[in-house]
């Protein structure tokens, strides 16, 4: 179910972003897709079967990516898709090294996702950590949220804290068959929709 809400809240924002950049609705919405999308990797991280499979995928899907979304936004930077990629593999090396050089990998975790670009940046990665570790979830998403916008000036991302809440209340009941190969797709495909869109327009 919280796949169905992701991608559903991605189109949204992603549709305001490209078509109605003055409407404030649209990104709001969207607010809720990123966490859905992080909690997704960490729960992926946490009972794939083959984890290099589960690399290769993200891989595919980041490069196949990458054209649409650029051309859509007009950017340099690189995909959501990259930036989880980035954050399941520092997440992996979190989770396997026993000793206190793992927490190292928060500041080598800043500079990649800053440095180079990476959609939401290091925020993701924060954002992952809390996930992974499942204590008050919510509380430290508002921290972290309010440190994004001291920031950023971004206000509305205090909005992006109502997928913790959810998260914490309800079990989610992962997507099965095609309806899970659509989910899988759904990032490139709605991207290119969009840029078709655009480009008709």
């Given at each position: 179910?919280f796949?169905?809400?992701a991608?559903?809240?991605?189109?949204?924002?992603h549709?305001g972003?490209?078509?109605?950049?003055?409407?404030?609705?649209?990104?709001i919405?969207?607010?809720?897709?990123?966490?859905?999308?992080?909690?997704?990797i960490?729960?992926?991280?946490?009972?794939?079967?083959?984890?290099?499979?589960?690399?290769l995928r993200?891989?595919?899907?980041a490069?196949?990516?990458?054209?649409f979304?650029?051309?859509l936004?007009?950017?340099?930077g690189?995909?959501?898709?990259?930036?989880?990629?980035v954050?399941?593999?520092?997440?992996?090396?979190?989770?396997?090294?026993?000793?206190k050089?793992?927490?190292?990998?928060?500041?080598?975790?800043?500079?990649?996702?800053?440095?180079?670009?990476?959609?939401?940046?290091?925020?993701?990665?924060?954002?992952t950590?809390?996930?992974y570790?499942g204590?008050?979830?919510?509380?430290?998403?508002?921290?972290?949220?309010?440190?994004?916008?001291?920031?950023?000036?971004?206000?509305?991302?205090l909005?992006?804290?109502?997928?913790s809440m959810l998260?914490?209340k309800y079990?989610?009941?992962?997507?099965?068959?095609?309806m899970?190969?659509?989910?899988?797709i759904?990032y490139p495909l709605?991207?290119?929709f969009?840029?078709?869109?655009?480009?008709i327009?």
């Open positions: 179910m796949e169905i809400i991608m559903i809240t991605m189109f949204i924002d549709l972003t490209a078509f109605f950049p003055d409407q404030m609705e649209f990104r919405i969207g607010r809720i897709a990123m966490p859905l999308y992080t909690f997704g960490v729960q992926g991280y946490k009972y794939t079967k083959n984890f290099n499979k589960y690399i993200l891989v595919i899907l490069l196949v990516s990458q054209p979304y650029s051309l936004f007009h950017t340099k690189l995909n959501m898709v990259f930036t989880l990629l954050c399941l593999i520092l997440l992996k090396y979190y989770d396997q090294t026993k000793s050089s793992k927490y190292l990998i928060i500041p080598l975790a800043a500079y990649i996702l800053e440095a180079i670009d990476f959609d939401y940046g290091f925020y993701a990665f924060l954002l950590l809390i996930y570790v204590k008050k979830i919510v509380w430290r998403h508002n921290l972290l949220n309010i440190a994004y916008i001291c920031i950023n000036n971004w206000v509305i991302q909005f992006s804290f109502l997928p998260i914490t079990e989610n009941h992962p997507l099965r068959g095609r899970r190969n659509f989910y899988r759904f709605h991207l290119a969009l840029l078709l869109l655009d480009k327009i």
